[in-house]
């Protein structure tokens, strides 16, 4: 997620914006927004949809998945969707919760859990989920129906 760091602050700074204001508008400190900008932190899915909705663009190209910048009307994240779309694509690859824990570096319990809903993962944790599948973050989480990254498959 290297590209994060370029890619908030390319949005911000083509908005003439500073990281206080992007911190208001996400209700948090500018200490912790400049951590999230400068990926020491992960910026939290709730938050990562705010600033995708705030600059217009899709979750996939506000982490750095890829270079096609298409215009979003406002979205969503649809938990529920997230959740079935999770399971769907663990049973489609013929994974068990276990071996795709392993192949993917998470616990076996904590996969279960956001399959389950009884956790939401950090964006981070969504990012390499959809990088293991190849799908767009956008349609993990419910705000597309596509499941090309971007629209295309042009950065994995």
């Given at each position: 997620m290297r590209d994060i760091e ?52 899709s979750i996939d190209y506000l ?94």
């Amino acid at each position: 997620m290297r590209d994060i760091e370029i890619r908030f602050k390319e949005l911000r700074k083509d908005r003439n914006l500073l990281q206080k204001d992007i911190a208001k508008i996400l209700d948090m400190l500018e200490d912790t927004y400049s951590k999230c900008e400068r990926n020491i932190n992960d910026i939290s899915l709730e938050n990562c949809n705010k600033l995708a909705n705030f600059y217009d663009v899709s979750i996939d190209y506000l982490l750095g998945l890829t270079d096609t910048n298409i215009k979003t009307k406002y979205k969503k994240i649809n938990l529920k969707l997230f959740q079935k779309r999770l399971l769907t694509l663990r049973k489609e690859n013929q994974l068990t919760q276990q071996k795709l824990g392993n192949l993917i570096g998470f616990r076996q319990n904590t996969y279960a859990n956001y399959e389950k809903g009884n956790i939401v993962p950090t964006t981070l944790k969504v990012y390499y989920i959809a990088i293991f599948y190849n799908v767009s973050i956008d349609y993990l989480v419910g705000r597309s129906n596509n499941k090309n990254i971007g629209g295309l498959y042009d950065k994995i």
